[in-house]
């Protein structure tokens, strides 16, 4: 309550901070048209002054309610047309601006990347994100921290303050359920499905826009969408020479630094854009730090009807160890339960002393190189060609190399483990021995990808699009002792095992969208995906993990969309998305064990959307939207833990017949441009898994099955997330924001214990951004972030497991991640 009356206070407080001088500039009114054919253009970006004020409403429409006196460069951009720019003059009467926009004569790059976007025809739930809304936001932290605030995402980091390991949930699935490419190109890691973005530290700076999809969506290139998709673009031509600096610095001596530069177009035809950046920080945890660095460099040649840009990009990272989490007494203080802990052997004396002086910020490890190293270079060659005035086609080469290890201090450990002979001095046999050991991996992902594009310039009732990709994943996986204390017959880096992995993965789809009526339109897509994966060798366990396994899915997708006026449309669709196990799925199970299935999923959406660019509200034209979205995704084979172990104590996954997700996303905004807006998000949901049966173990360590299933609760799928963002200018070049984030509570496991959960939280954050523009540089702008304005202690993700003591009674020991109380982030960025 109290929450809701600190946002309440602030939400009435900050509308009048603004001058009312600023409510007494006069409107601008716009129509945006094909300058050809003069149909209208929907979804034209807006831009004054540099910054993204709107886009066209289906008649391609806009309106900038207040315009302060003087002079204003308004910027409209639009695929496949050049962009127009156009200065006009602040009034106190409403100006109203007719604009055509021409055929473009040079391509944009995103024909690849546009080829498996959302656009308001293919019925399904999207987010669009600008360069200039991530960089508002950007001060360093980790790209899922940048999306917060977008509908049904929770995140969270390791570290605890969005640097380092961080990871992002949509609809209660994780970053191995969500799609993710850079240009069109696969990013998550072919094996375990993941995306990694410490391996890509200030990336968000780089991005030129990204499309977030909610449910299957749109074909994607590379891994199941399996609850949502991210498609981010770097493909940016900038016609004019710039350079810009960003520098922050905060909490836990948090540092980031970036430099970025671009010729624009020289000749006529050339382009070379760059950055290079480093970001540090100790971490809100102790012995959590981050050491992060990376480069981009694209070059590009175009002319009338061809674009051609090689990019490259990398990143290495080197954090310390935080993913053990923090042991449950030392966050709640329960001294019964710390007792627990110790008695059974979850933490030793040493520990314990430790975690009293550390608290809620204890880290296990205190090995002072117990970190992970690793770096990926990123090739891509991207090619967007005309052919002729209604089609075009997008294809790009591209290579991936990863390579890089953990490290880690391993007490009291077998020789024979290690492939070591037992040491015999004298009389005494030793069996046993501390040592430091690197788990490594060292990759190769390379393929291609195409898009063949049908955009008709006089007519777009029928647009279509044939498209995909061939995908090869090399991997080797091993370790190798680099010292020990008693190192037997070993020698240096003795190899103790090793194993490779193959996979490719190819696919094709083809889409369309039909204007069956001019209040009605069709949309169709239809992908195969095939995957081939092989493994062979022995896992750390000496476990021979060889493996074979084929797929073919078909993911059909269909919808339509109704116009119900200016501004209006409702929608509905049906997808299926289809994926494979992921690589633990076969070497955690005994040697030759491939039980586990495929997953498919039947995603069922519809919705509503209302966009007014110019509502009467409060006597003033404002900017209007609001979308709501049901959805429905049916679950068959899912896989998730029961409770099951293989033989050596790993949590297995087992496929679940049957399961679902379903709930309503709720998503709103009204701006009087940049005078005031409030953006809210809410999601209702429920996620359930049906006939749901734990598997428990007795005082032997004999499985226990529950005969009788029961409804039970996903793991990590909060009932209600919700985002709120309010924004206003109170002075020239100077806007405050208030973010606050609610998500109710989550399980840690599929049992729905609430002894093994993740109490709900709120944040509010405070964000500052102050521009001036000097007359010796183009801008200088100046940042606050201040993180948990309120100072709240909370967790955001933990893991959770157990065992029955002697008389069978089950022990439960938690482990959480807790995130950083209030912190700050203080930036300057200069543009030249």
Do not use: C
């Not at 021995?433 to 393929?447: A, E, I």
């Not at 297995?652 to 997700?661: E, I, K, P, Q």
């Amino acid at each position: 309550m109290k929450n809701i009356l600190v946002l309440g206070a602030a939400t009435l407080a900050l509308p009048l901070l603004v001058a009312p001088a600023a409510w007494a500039q006069g409107p601008l009114t716009g129509t945006v048209t094909d300058a050809r054919s003069g149909d209208a253009l929907p979804g034209a970006t807006v831009l004054l002054d540099g910054a993204v004020v709107g886009t066209t409403d289906a008649a391609g429409t806009f309106v900038l309610p207040a315009v302060a006196a003087g002079p204003h460069a308004l910027r409209i951009s639009f695929l496949g047309y050049e962009v127009l720019q156009r200065q006009v003059q602040g009034q106190a009467e409403e100006q109203r601006l007719a604009l055509g926009l021409q055929a473009g004569v040079v391509l944009t790059g995103e024909a690849l990347v546009t080829a498996s976007r959302a656009n308001d025809r293919t019925a399904t739930a999207y987010t669009n994100v600008s360069r200039e809304d991530l960089a508002k936001r950007n001060f360093g932290q980790d790209l899922p921290y940048l999306l917060d605030q977008t509908p049904s995402v929770v995140v969270n980091s390791d570290a605890g303050a969005g640097v380092g390991y961080t990871d992002i949930r949509i609809r209660g699935t994780s970053n191995t359920g969500i799609n993710m490419t850079i240009n069109g190109v696969p990013l998550n890691d072919a094996e375990s499905h993941g995306s990694f973005l410490v391996n890509l530290p200030d990336l968000a700076s780089s991005i030129n826009n990204l499309q977030v999809q909610r449910g299957v969506g749109t074909s994607q290139n590379g891994g199941a969408a399996f609850g949502a998709s991210i498609n981010i673009s770097t493909l940016e031509n900038r016609r004019e020479a710039y350079a810009e600096t960003q520098n922050t610095y905060g909490s836990f001596n948090t540092w980031k630094n970036n430099v970025s530069f671009g010729t624009g177009l020289l000749g006529g035809h050339f382009t070379v854009d760059g950055r290079l950046s480093r970001i540090a920080t100790d971490g809100y945890m102790v012995r959590a730090s981050s050491d992060l660095k990376s480069y981009y460099l694209a070059a590009g040649y175009q002319a009338k009807n061809t674009l051609l840009k090689f990019i490259t990009f990398s990143g290495r990272e080197k954090t310390y160890q935080a993913w053990n989490g923090v042991p449950e007494p030392f966050i709640t203080g329960n001294k019964q339960l710390l007792q627990q802990f110790l008695d059974n052997g979850e933490l030793s004396e040493a520990d314990v002393a430790r975690g009293l002086r550390e608290g809620r910020r204890y880290s296990y490890y205190t090995y002072d190189n117990q970190t992970d190293n690793y770096q990926q270079n990123h090739y891509q060659l991207h090619l967007s060609q005309g052919l002729g005035a209604d089609w075009n086609i997008g294809a790009a080469l591209h290579l991936t190399r990863g390579f890089g290890y953990y490290e880690s201090y391993r007490a009291n450990r077998k020789l024979v483990d290690y492939g070591l002979e037992d040491v015999v001095i004298g009389t005494q046999t030793i069996k046993r021995t501390n040592l430091v050991d690197q788990k490594w991996l060292d990759n190769y992902f390379y393929g291609g990808t195409f898009a063949l594009n049908y955009q008709p310039h006089d007519n777009d009732k029928l647009q279509a699009t044939v498209g995909g990709a061939w995908n090869r994943f090399t991997n080797d996986h091993y370790g190798e002792v680099i010292w020990a204390q008693y190192a037997s017959n070993g020698s240096i880096r003795h190899r103790y095992y090793f194993n490779d992995a193959t996979k490719t993965d190819y696919n094709a789809y083809a889409r369309a969208t039909w204007q069956v009526l001019p209040w009605l339109s069709v949309y169709g897509d239809l992908q195969v995906r095939h995957i081939k994966y092989a493994i062979d060798g022995v896992e750390d366990d000496q476990n021979d993990v060889t493996t074979r396994a084929d797929y073919t899915f078909y993911n059909p997708k269909f919808g339509y969309t109704i116009s119900l006026g200016q501004g209006h449309q409702v929608y509905s669709s049906f997808a299926v998305g289809q994926r494979e196990p992921v690589r633990s799925d076969f070497t955690d199970r005994p040697a030759g064990d491939q039980t586990a299935k495929s997953e498919r999923l039947e995603d069922y959406e519809a919705g509503y959307r209302f966009t007014r660019p110019g509502v009467p509200l409060f006597g003033r034209p404002t900017a209007v939207r609001f979308e709501a979205n049901y959805f429905y995704m049916n679950y068959h084979n899912q896989l998730v833990a029961t409770g099951q172990l293989n033989d050596v104590g790993t949590a297995l996954r087992t496929n679940v017949a049957r399961s679902y997700r379903t709930g309503l996303e709720l998503s709103g905004s009204v701006a009087a441009q940049d005078v005031l807006s409030l953006s809210s998000t809410l999601t209702l949901s429920r996620n359930r898994i049906l006939n749901y049966r734990e598997t428990v173990y007795n005082e032997n360590f004999e499985p226990v099955t529950a005969s009788e299933g029961r409804l039970s609760t996903i793991s990590y799928s909060p009932a209600v997330v919700s985002a709120h963002t309010l924004e206003g200018q109170p002075l020239k070049g100077l806007r405050v924001a208030l973010l606050y984030k609610t998500v109710s509570e989550q399980f840690l496991d599929n049992s729905a214990s609430d002894a093994k959960r993740i109490a709900p939280y709120q944040v509010l954050d405070l964000r500052l951004r102050y521009t001036i523009r000097p007359v010796f540089v183009k801008e200088i702008e100046l940042g606050l972030l201040v993180n948990n304005l309120l100072n709240r202690e909370y967790v955001a993700n933990g893991y959770t497991y157990g065992y029955p003591d002697a008389t069978g009674r089950q022990q439960i020991f938690n482990f959480y991640f807790p995130q950083a109380t209030r912190n700050y982030l203080a930036s300057v960025g200069v543009k030249f």
